[in-house]
């Protein structure tokens, strides 16, 4: 058997888990937190756990960012609940509690650790198979939107400010630019251009907030394929995980974010473009099933700027790649040269194949929002 790199028999002994420790190993695909699965024996049946270490790096403070998930959670299956839904364990994330009652533990080399519900007889893809799963994935999230619109005050912390500052985004792109610590402006070009001629759409949402034309929700911030498991029965989207990044935003975060990631043909980082188009099939899947469920609570302002969110997130997340190839790739992790810039043209090829697009979003958009939920 493998050593692991934490004693998990010890981490998950913390925990208030009936039964006897028999196992753990590393579990699943997630780039940012450690993740294990455990096995415990309850009286003869093998159960399992999930457990958890929380990167510190990217969450800095990991008692906010369990203060938002717990209560969250507890809201959703308070819901649940009182709607009388049947395996309630299996659609919402439920937290273990520590021996004394925590939320989370902390152990003596200063790692935070939680422990969930193993959500067994479903799965997470990291590629999408097809406009079905595109559309039980925007149907889970949107769920989880509308489960959340009534989460009482206070709000919830904003553990990443200005996630999605689109302006703030650009002000950074620009200070690189002007810069150029890296001395590759030159070699952007055509993408420095290409941003520079949009700074306008950047004002998108955010000014249409600021006017009090369409209301802060609670948005999940990491709205990708393999953060929603799918029922291995019913290939429903039984549940959204991965609640890290849950705090006070604009739906369209989460619309425009799916859009971005489910709606593009080849890698985020396919450097031969003529691979990288638009599936028109794929935004009426997402639209169809986002708006099943999210039809339910947003407001007519809101429906009519969802077909923006995916261009604006798309250039946002463009223009960070952009800038951080600009300064030399100090955030987003590099595996070869110009990796950030190869990342920047396929969102900015998005973008543009959007842009071209508009006028047939809009009106899947609106056919979808027309038939109700
Ligand atoms: N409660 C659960 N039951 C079963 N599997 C789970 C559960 N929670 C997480 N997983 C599995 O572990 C994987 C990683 O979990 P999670 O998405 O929370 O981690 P992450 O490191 O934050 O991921 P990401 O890279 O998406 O940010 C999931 O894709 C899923 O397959
Ligand atoms: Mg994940």
């Known amino acids: 058997m493998k050593t692991l790199p934490h004693d998990l028999r010890a981490v998950a002994g913390q925990f208030a888990i009936v039964g006897d420790y028999l196992a753990a190993e590393p579990y699943g695909s997630g780039h940012i937190n450690d993740t294990y699965a455990s096995i415990f024996d309850q009286g003869g049946t093998r159960v399992r756990y999930i457990h958890q270490r929380i990167n510190a790096n990217v969450f800095k403070q990991p008692a906010l960012v369990m203060e938002n998930v717990e209560r969250v959670l507890r809201h959703v ?158 290939q429903e989207g039984i549940c959204v995980i991965d609640l890290d990044t849950v705090m006070p935003g604009l739906a369209h975060y989460d619309f425009g974010d799916m859009v971005r990631t489910a709606t593009r043909s080849g890698a985020e980082d396919e450097p031969d473009l003529s691979r990288i188009v638009f599936q028109a099939d794929m935004f009426d899947a997402l639209a169809q099933g986002y708006l099943e469920t999210a039809g339910g609570f947003l407001t007519p302002a809101e429906t009519d700027r969802l077909a923006v969110s995916g261009p604006l997130i798309t250039f946002e997340i463009g223009i960070r790649f952009l800038a951080d190839y600009l300064v030399g790739d100090v955030y987003f992790k590099t595996h070869r040269p110009d990796h950030n810039l190869d990342r920047c043209r396929t969102q900015f090829k998005m973008v543009a194949e959007m842009e071209r697009c508009r006028d047939a979003m809009e009106a899947m958009v609106r056919r979808h929002a027309g038939s109700g939920s």
């Not at 097809?130 to 912390?157: E, I, N, T, V, Y």
Request: include cysteine; glycine fraction near 4%; hydrophobic fraction near 40%.
């Open 77 to 234: 299956h308070a819901k649940l609940t009182a709607a009388g839904v049947a395996e309630r364990h299996r659609r919402c994330l439920t937290l273990i509690p520590t021996r004394s009652g925590a939320a989370f533990y902390r152990d003596p080399r200063g790692n935070y650790w939680r422990t969930y519900v193993f959500i067994e007889k479903a799965a997470t893809y990291d590629v999408i198979a097809s406009p079905a799963m595109a559309r039980a994935a925007a149907r889970a999230f949107g769920r989880f939107q509308q489960l959340l619109a009534d989460l009482p005050a206070p709000r919830l912390h904003d553990t990443i400010p200005d996630f999605h500052h689109t302006p703030r985004r650009f002000a950074v792109l620009e200070q690189a630019l002007a810069r150029d610590a890296a001395n590759r402006a030159a070699r952007a070009k055509a993408e420095i251009d290409f941003a520079l001629q949009r700074r306008t759409l950047t004002q998108t949402l955010i000014r249409d907030y600021e006017q009090g034309l369409i209301p802060e929700r609670i948005a999940h911030n990491d709205t990708k394929l393999n953060n929603v498991m799918i029922d291995d029965a019913t």
